[in-house]
Each structure stands twice: as C-alpha cells, then as structure tokens.
C-alpha cells in the first residue's frame, strides 16, 4: 500500500515551500578537521517487519547532544489483520541507543479518518521535545475533516495528544506542520519548562485559509491565533517554516495570497513575547512577478537574525530560488539565490532546508530542476552577508537536497536521494555528505540498494548536535521494494 506515502508527501511538499560547481562559502578551514563516520541506515525499531507490505517514512528528527534525539514520522498499523491505517508516530534515541517506537499518544482514538502523521519533532534538551503533526477525522454521515495536533515529551516520557481543530467552527481543515523550541542549556530554563512555538495553517471557510502559531510557554500550552498581517484574500496564508533560538525570540514564514489573489512570500517575528505583524518579503514583489511566492525554511540564531530561503515565479520561465537576511532586527532584500538562475531549466526547483550556525553562517540546500527529468542537489554556503558559489552534488543521473544541519561554522551534514540506474557504479538511493573546515567532502550511500520508487527513497531530516555527532532519517527500500522509515548516527572520528 502507498497511500502513507500520499499523506506524507503533503507534508514534505510543505517544508520543500525548508553547469558550473564551487565549494560553499563557510568558516575558514581548521588546522585540524573533524572527521566523522556514518552508521548502516536501521529500522526504526517497533515498526518494521520484513514480512509485511507496509510502508513508514521518518520526517523529522531533532538532537541535543550526542546520542540523544527524537524523531517522528507515519507508519501503517495494522486493523483488523490489514496495515490499512496510517498513524503517527514517535521514537527517541537515548545514550546512543534508539528505544521502541510508540505511536504518539492519544492519536488512535483522535484518527477516525485513517491518517495521522507526525510532521515536526523539536527537542529542547534530552528527553524533552514537542511533537506536532494531523490526523483525519469522520463527521457527520460522510465527512472526513483534518485537524493538527501538539504533544509534549517530559523527563522521558510523552504525554497524551492535545487536537488543534480548526480556527473556525464552521470548518474541517488545519495542519500543525513545524515546531521549534528554545534550547534550554542551564538548569533554571530546564526547570521553567519547554518554550516553543508551533505553526501552520486552518481553514476558516471554504477556500479561505489562515496561518497561525501555536505557543508552549513554560511547559503550558496557549491558543492557537492567526499570524497578524496577511491578507485574507482567498485562498488565505499558511506559516510552513518556524525557528526559535531562545524563548520567547523566533521567527517563521510562509506564503499569503495578495489583493490579486496571487501567492506571495512572508516573514514575522516574534520579540520578547510579542508577534509583529507579517511582512512580504522585501525584494519578492519584483521577483515574484509570476506570483508564486513561498518561504520553505527559516533558521535563526539570536534576537533579529534570521536567514530564510524559497521559491517564487518570475514573469517568465520556470520557477526560481531565493535567499533573504534578517541583520539586527531588520529584513534585508531578497536575492535570487546566486549561481541557480543560469542552471534552472525547467520548473520544479525546491528549498530543502536552512541552517545557520551564527549570525554570520548560514548554509542552504536544495534540488535545481536543471530538465525536465533531471535534477541537481546543490548546497552553497553565506559568510557574513556573502553568499558563496554552489557546490553542486556530483555524479547519478538526479540528485536532491532535502534536508541541511549546521552545528557549528564550517561544519554541516546534508542528506538527500542518488538516482542511478548503472547499479554496478552507484547503487544506493539514500545519501549524505558532510562539510568539514569548510568543505563538502565525498557522497556516502547510507544504503545498498537501487532506487525503487523515484521521489520517496531518501533522507528526509537531519540534526546535528555538534560537529560530526549528527542523526539521519527518511524511507529506504523494504520488504517487496515499500520504504521502511530508517534513523543512521554519525559520530565523530577518535
């Protein structure tokens, strides 16, 4: 059955709204590079059977230190004798060790509908995390209605789901579709609580919708409330990116649709507590002449610093890529990302994901659509304002980014999909590389196996807790070629 695959690429779409090569603009290499090793992709444990056809996938995993993360994604449990339901689920790594995965708690009798999956995992310190995500819902004689849900992991343990339906009663659609949470490195933030901000999107009526963000101050659950600022003009808006790099300090993005109803890009920021009101990016109404306009991913790293990347539609040829600052509360002009314009052909370019590692470095991935049927994974790095040439991600017949993790300056792991019909050369699917002192080094195949499904097969996150202590995830070749979710480490070289 594929329908999981259906339900989350939903999900993926969103965050994807996070020629010529060159090594990424980053710190300045070390005297000494740290070097690390990747582990063999393993099953996330409690979900797989090697005799069952039924697919998994992990879409979001979050680390604090070494050996100690989260991670979340959709399984297809069994009814009745049949893997015919799609739920949620999480799992967390604790001492270097993944423990049993558990479905999040609560969401079996919130999935009437026969589909939940966990979006986003965030994880404040270990064993403390949020975990958002929707589930589908019977009402009525006929209806099947959407709605998101939160839950929080205390001292090890996760609690019971709380739903987040709709804005509007007289509606049956919202999705929580990222999460970030404050890191709490002293024991007086750890005592206070988690504080995170959760986002995405609710339908208000129909062909109307509305961003919101959703806090957890202190451990506590707020309201969830519409992100002030977009226009309400049909279809409505959607928050698809949140970063949060201290309490009460973060930033998000999205897309909104203008007075003429075409989708433009937005950023907002949350100071001290407070929401501003959201703003179009500065720079996209010239370039998103196309009207098509979206932020896919947003990294901050202190108060008013904020680096965020999308797409938009020029007025004429295929979809483009863009990169905006935020420096010292304020946002900058957007750019279109350096070096893609010439190398995009075709439409279908995406954002994989941002990641800053201070204010003065930021590094983004992505997949050029460089043809029709042809796509290059690129990575490029900024330094203090800068950015650098792309390195594009050799070798296959298609690659892509879909996921970046930046711990430290000059140090990141990126993870994404080979595509390689000559076995014998590359067979592998799933790969992953790694920047050290500022340069990206060779693609590792985490798995042996050719692409089976074009698209699904492939890391899908990656966090990194410091330089070469990082954690995989995504969907590799199973039982009768269906994906089975996988986590691999990376641990530093001694």
Known sequence: MRRIAAAVVLFLAVAALAGSTGAAASAAPSASPIEGTWGSPEAVPGLYSPTIDWTEVVTSVSCTGPGDCSAGGAYQAVDNGYADTDAAYVVSEVNGKWETAEQVPGTAALNTGLGAATASVSCAWPGNCVAVG???????????????????????????????????????????????????????????????????????????????????????????????????????????????????????????????????????????????????????????????????????????????????????????????????????RAVQLPGSGKLITASG????????????????????????????????????GRWGALYVVPGGTSTTITAVSCPAPGYCA????????????????VIVLDEAAGHWGKTVALNSHAIIYPGSDSVHAISCAAPRSCAAGGEVPGYQGNPYGFVANETPVK
């Open 134 to 332: 929707y589930y589908a819902y019977l009402y009525g004689k006929s209806g099947v209605g959407v709605a998101g849900f939160v839950d929080s992991q205390v001292d090890g343990t996760w609690g019971t789901a709380r739903p987040v339906p709709a804005l509007s009663s007289a509606a049956h659609f919202a999705e929580v579709t990222a999460v970030s949470c404050a890191p709490a490195v002293t024991a007086a933030a750890r005592k206070a609580g988690l504080n995170c901000v959760a986002g995405g999107v609710s339908d208000l009526t129909a062909g109307r919708s509305t961003g919101f963000v959703l806090p957890v101050v202190n451990g506590a659950w707020g309201t969830a409330r519409a992100v002030p600022g977009p226009a309400a003009t049909p279809p409505g808006s959607a928050v698809t990116a949140v970063s949060c790099p201290f309490r009460g300090t973060c930033g998000i993005g999205g897309y909104y649709a203008g007075a003429s109803g075409h989708r433009q890009a937005f950023v907002a920021n949350e100071v001290k507590g407070t929401w501003s009101s959201a703003q179009q990016v500065p720079g996209t109404a010239a370039l998103n002449a196309g009207g098509d306009a979206a932020i896919s991913s947003v990294s901050c790293t202190a108060v008013g610093a904020c680096a965020a990347a999308g797409t938009y539609q020029p007025a004429k040829g295929p979809g483009q890529l863009f990169v905006v600052d935020e420096t010292a509360g304020r946002w900058q």
């Open 349 to 384: 370019s995406t954002i994989g994901e941002v990641s800053c590692a201070s204010a003065a470095s930021c590094t983004v991935g992505g997949t050029l659509q460089t043809a029709a049927a042809v796509t290059r994974g690129f990575l490029a790095g900024e330094t203090s």
């Open 414 to 429: 990126a993870g994404g999909q080979r595509d390689n019909p000559s076995s014998a050369s590359f067979p592998a699917s």
